[in-house]
């Protein structure tokens, strides 16, 4: 079945450094793609999305590219943030049977001074 | 800004007790959800709806019942609390289905089952 993964739980960088969380995805069906970011004790919002293969999608200084041939859809900001920590979350559409959205386990980016 | 809203913030229940969560939202919009956030499992979708009187099992519904009396409301009902049904609770709203879409989130409804 459909499936998300984000394979770093946690990221710790220095503040000034660049970042690229991982999310790959398997679905049989054109994906659409989320990231949504949450931060400390506040509800889950949309950071950005796409279903255009080899564009870059971008916001508020993150990027990514959704790249269907690795199925891949990556975040990268070249400069993290204090700002910036919190728990950033890949999802995945596919428009199939109950539109439903497959979320991955998160990834929290804990970024110091 | 869309607005989700979700009473109570916090709970604490007993083992066994009836537990129910309220969503109001105020964005006009068709569909609303709930998910449950632990650590390790990231956001999984428990009930669904896209039109008052009518809900949808999501991907883990059981243990769980969901009511949607009007557009604006949506609830999540345990009859019977377990342990296991401690976690966050986030509704969510969106114009129309997932694809695509947006998802608005409440600001969460942390749950403590003793």
């Known amino acids: 079945g459909d499936s998300v993964t984000q394979t770093e739980g946690l990221v710790t960088l220095t503040k000034g450094l660049p970042v690229m969380l991982n999310c790959t995805y398997q679905t049989t069906y054109s994906p659409f793609l989320f990231w949504y970011v949450q931060h400390l004790n506040e509800a889950p919002k949309l950071l950005l999305k796409?279903?255009?293969?080899?564009k870059r999608t971008e916001h508020q200084g993150f990027y990514a590219t959704l790249h269907k041939s690795s199925s891949s859809f990556h975040l990268q900001k070249s400069s993290v943030q204090l700002s910036d920590s919190a728990l950033y979350f890949c999802a995945l559409s596919d428009g199939s049977s109950g539109n439903k959205l497959i979320f991955g386990i998160g990834t929290l980016l804990s970024v110091k001074p | 800004e869309a607005a989700v809203t979700q009473s109570p913030r916090s709970k604490v229940a007993v083992t066994g007790g009836k537990v129910t969560l309220s969503c109001h939202q105020t964005?006009?919009?068709?569909?609303m959800y709930w998910y449950r956030q632990d650590t390790g499992h990231g956001l999984r979708l428990i009930h669904y709806?896209?039109?008052?009187?009518?809900?949808e099992k999501g991907d883990i519904p059981d243990g769980y019942k969901a009511s949607r009396p009007s557009q604006e409301n949506f609830s999540l009902i345990l009859e019977l609390a377990s342990l296991s049904q401690t976690a966050v609770y986030f509704c969510?709203?969106?114009?129309?289905?997932?694809?695509?879409?947006?998802?608005?989130f409440g600001a969460g409804t942390r749950l403590s089952v003793l």
């Open positions: 969510a709203s969106s114009e129309w289905g997932f694809s695509q879409n947006t998802l608005y």
């Open positions: 709806s896209y039109v008052a009187d009518s809900t």
């Open positions: 964005n006009n919009h068709d569909y």
């Open positions: 796409s279903s255009t293969d080899n």
